[in-house]
């Protein structure tokens, strides 16, 4: 009974949905640039005082990561720019869409760390997280004549996940149905295109997470960008998009590793495992450096019943 009430309530919710997806499809581009980080910040002090939910979800997950080294003071204000870095991100989601050319070019840079891996005859994966706006990179990517692939999570909501995916492939990121992906992205590479992951968030095994070690946490994250990457001999390519003070947004790298060649016979499960590894130290890296710029407020770590994890590991 209450599984039928629940789906009916979703039922009744989607077109309203669907109608405000729209009309803040049509707003949104319109506002100003200050107007939008006004709404962003507003909507992280929002959520920091009124979602409880939230704000306990991401003090959870900063109690676990960073102990006693911070404050409570500290890690109230991570918790509030988080909100409003994701409020941005979403908003630019949209204010991209018009205009986006110009807007990009103005609002957007390009460390020069990066400008080696915008050639066309060269394949890469390029490996982001939610940290910052993950959402831009692919657009300033399309602006370069650069098209990146990348499998998108779906919204329930199936008319809002059909926007949203319309309004992605504009800006000239192609998005990979789930089934029969990773047949895709192999023959992209092998032909020198370019493949995206954002690879920081639990994913279970039987969707092909591996257990690894994630700040500080035993975490199954997926293996495929890895395995890709092996398999292609394609270089794994780390791209962040981190704000700044004046509204804009600085895409920089931290480097990049090249997997060993292929050879049958060898472990490439073992192989992919430590790649796999070596790519979320990356990330973890990133975080720690611009923590305040991350999604923190996301169950990244999950128990499985039996088995046994540290005293620190968070507790939803």
Not at 263 to 289: F, N, P, S, W
């Amino acid at each position: 009974m209450a599984s039928r009430l629940k789906k009916m309530r979703r039922a009744l919710r989607r077109p309203f949905e669907s109608g405000g997806y729209r009309l803040a499809g049509w707003l949104i581009p319109r506002l100003p640039r200050s107007a939008l980080l006004a709404l962003a910040r507003g909507a992280g002090k929002w959520m920091s005082r009124f979602s409880p939910r939230l704000k306990k979800l991401g003090m959870t997950n900063l109690d676990a990561v960073f102990g006693d080294t911070k404050t409570p003071e500290e890690k109230t204000e991570i918790l509030q720019t988080s909100f409003s870095t994701f409020a941005l991100t979403m908003l630019d989601l949209l204010w991209f869409t018009r205009h986006t050319s110009e807007r990009i070019q103005k609002y957007v840079h390009l460390d020069p760390s990066l400008e080696q891996f915008f050639v066309h005859d060269k394949g890469f994966v390029c490996i982001t997280a939610h940290l910052g706006n993950w959402e831009v990179i692919s657009q300033i990517a399309a602006l370069q004549g650069i098209e990146i692939a990348a499998i998108a999570a779906t919204i329930k909501n199936k008319a809002v996940n059909q926007l949203l995916i319309q309004q992605r492939e504009k800006s000239g990121q192609t998005i990979i149905p789930r089934e029969g992906a990773l047949r895709t992205l192999i023959s992209r590479l092998r032909k020198n295109g370019k493949v995206a992951f954002l690879l920081d968030q639990n994913t279970p095994e039987k969707q092909g997470g591996i257990e690894i070690s994630f700040m500080g946490f035993p975490t199954p994250i997926s293996s495929a960008p890895a395995m890709l990457a092996y398999r292609t001999g394609s270089e794994i390519v780390f791209g962040f998009c981190t704000p700044q003070s004046d509204g804009s947004y600085l895409i920089n790298s931290p480097g990049s590793i090249q997997p060993p060649p292929f050879e049958k016979g060898k472990d490439a499960e073992e192989i992919t495992r430590k790649l796999t590894q070596e790519i979320v130290e990356q990330i973890e890296a990133e975080i720690r450096r611009h923590p305040q710029h991350w999604l923190w407020a996301y169950k990244h770590w999950r128990r499985k019943p039996q088995k046994e994890y540290p005293a620190n590991y968070p507790r939803y």
